[in-house]
């Protein structure tokens, strides 16, 4: 094949995978399929009010958006097609194929700080801790279709299982966790002795792993909390379980903790270089990123290897983070 068929057919390749190339054909451009195929961060930058689309491989930003004021959670539609970013009185839905801001909800009188979207896509719950309330909300035009009463104080972050019949809070000045019936809005609160902070659920949707102290684990069958693991720290922060639901990542002060799902025992720990807020996953389960608010920073680890990957610099104060295939 000649030099010049050669550059078509790569830009042709590019095309199809993620659509028109921003870069030109030269030294690099040959890399960007494989970059398409690492997939895209989505991070909030809280004190500059943005939400911007991160290269997965390359660390390069692809987009910059203007979110509400001060962003926080940020939370990708499971078909990878919207990013929905939690920024107190807005909701601000991007669309990640056209790399540019879809709408801006108004909440009125409620502020967000949590979101999460239906399996079809077709509904946001937003968690908004200082009303007590999860919102539920159409994910086309951002119109408040329920709300939810977490009757807690602190329900900073929601969960819902897989049959969306349940949503979960984390109550971090209540010390607690409130279990919502979504059909009946009837409450159960399961007092912790800790404050509870961060949150996640089992695929398979019997177990929710909730963080602040001692890892607790609730089965969602009876919602009692049926084990707490301890961690090499008293304080535990942001909680992730791999899509496979084999392991349970959780950030620590300046470390990253591996637990297996079912037995329950410490894989790995990694010493980080920032302190770390926010973490999500890649999408293949090997790569965990998280935030680093004080220094301007994202931290990678391979949660394989146990391993720091690198720390990449982004806008002030980075929080809320997504990954989307």
Known sequence: MSSRLYKVWRKLVAVALFGAVALPLNTTAHHQPAIARAGVLVIAYMDESKVVLVDGASYKTLATLESGKNPHEVRVSPDKRRAYVAAGKTITAVDLKNRKVKASFDLGTYSAHDIRVSRDGKLLWAACAGAQTILEL??????????????????????????????????????????????????????????????????????????????????????????????????????????????????????????????????????????????????????????????????????????????????KKPDGIGWAN
């Not at 897989?162 to 009837?186: C, H, M, Q, W």
């Not at 659920?201 to 919602?223: A, E, R």
């Not at 693991?229 to 379980?241: C, D, L, N, Q, Y």
């Open 138 to 315: 159409d994910a086309e035009t951002g119109k408040i279709l329920n709300a939810y009463k977490t009757e807690q104080q602190g329900s900073w972050f929601v969960e819902i299982t897989p049959d969306e019949r349940k949503f979960y809070t984390p109550n971090l000045e209540g010390k607690s966790v409130s279990v919502i019936d979504r059909a009946t809005g009837k409450v159960k609160v399961i007092p912790f002795k800790d404050p509870v902070y961060g949150i996640d659920i089992t695929p398979d949707g019997k177990q929710v792993w909730v963080s602040g102290g001692d890892l607790g684990v609730i089965d969602t069958s009876t919602d009692e909390v049926v084990d707490r693991v301890k961690a090499s720290e008293a304080e535990t922060g942001r909680i992730r379980v791999t899509s496979d639901g084999k392991k349970v990542v959780v950030a620590l002060s300046k470390k990253l903790a591996v637990f297996d799902a079912k037995t329950r025992r410490l894989i790995t720990e990694t010493e980080l270089s920032s302190s770390p807020k926010v973490l999500t996953l890649s999408g293949d389960n090997r790569r965990a990123f998280l935030t680093n608010p004080e220094d301007n920073s994202v931290s990678v680890v391979d949660i394989v290897a146990g391993k720091q990957l690198t720390t990449f610099q982004t806008g």
